[in-house]
């Protein structure tokens, strides 16, 4: 369970971006660029914060994740015609593999039971089941959601709040806010690369050695 706090992250990068006084980032500010820094993580680690769904399935080999849900990371097990009766488990498999040992995989007969699921590479949060269901079954599944935010207010409390995600993550947290605050102002000589630098450590505290070139979107 995490205990590092969100108070922490937010002077630990004022020390990085060296605005300890906040002449050029408000608390507010460094607060806006910690969601970002959080939101970042998650879609290169999907599995730094994850949920357990249980919904029904529509009647098809495509499934759709919840609506909160991100990405989904594995569909765990059959959970019957109620939602509430654990069954067999889920193995996942890909898409050559049915092509090459059943052709005709998704006209299949419909069932209950779920056997296999396969993630699908033009989408995070949809994904085909085998055989099809019938409509009146449901999955257990664990999938990658977004946090709710820390709201800023002007007597502190916000930074008492604990990060939502492993403790592990901390030190990419606070790299990740100093690459965001120093890509805002790249106007000013030095920042370009000053970003840069904190964007590979961000990548190195996530464990992804080799850069990927990922262009940061914010919500």
């Not at 608390?27 to 730094?48: M, S, V």
């Not at 999955?139 to 709201?151: H, Y």
Request: charged share 25%; proline share 5%; aromatic share 8%.
């Amino acid at each position: 369970m995490p205990t590092t706090t969100v108070g922490h992250c937010v002077d630990m990068a004022e020390r990085k971006i060296l605005d300890e006084s906040n002449d050029e980032y408000s608390e507010q500010n460094l607060l806006d660029l910690y969601h970002l820094a959080i939101k970042e993580i998650i879609n290169l680690a999907p599995r730094a914060h994850t949920d357990s769904r249980i919904w029904k399935l529509a009647p098809a080999t495509r499934q759709v994740c919840p609506a909160d849900a991100v990405e989904i990371v594995d569909a765990v097990m059959n959970m019957g015609t109620d939602g509430a009766t654990p069954g067999e488990a889920i193995r996942e498999t890909t898409l050559d593999v049915m092509r090459a040992l059943l052709p005709g995989w998704e006209s299949v007969a419909a069932a209950n039971i779920v056997e296999h699921w396969l993630r699908l590479p033009e989408s995070k949060t949809e994904f085909m089941i085998y055989p099809r269901s019938t409509g009146n079954n449901y999955l257990l599944a664990r999938v990658t959601t977004i946090p709710a935010q820390v709201m800023w207010d002007s007597g502190g409390d916000w930074k008492l709040a604990v990060i939502p995600i492993d403790d592990t993550f901390s030190h990419a947290i606070i790299n990740g806010m100093a690459y965001i605050a120093y890509d805002d102002d790249s106007d000013t000589p030095g920042n370009t690369p000053r970003s840069q630098v904190f964007y590979d450590r961000f990548l190195q505290d996530l464990g992804l050695r080799q850069q990927k070139e990922v262009k940061y979107k914010r919500a």
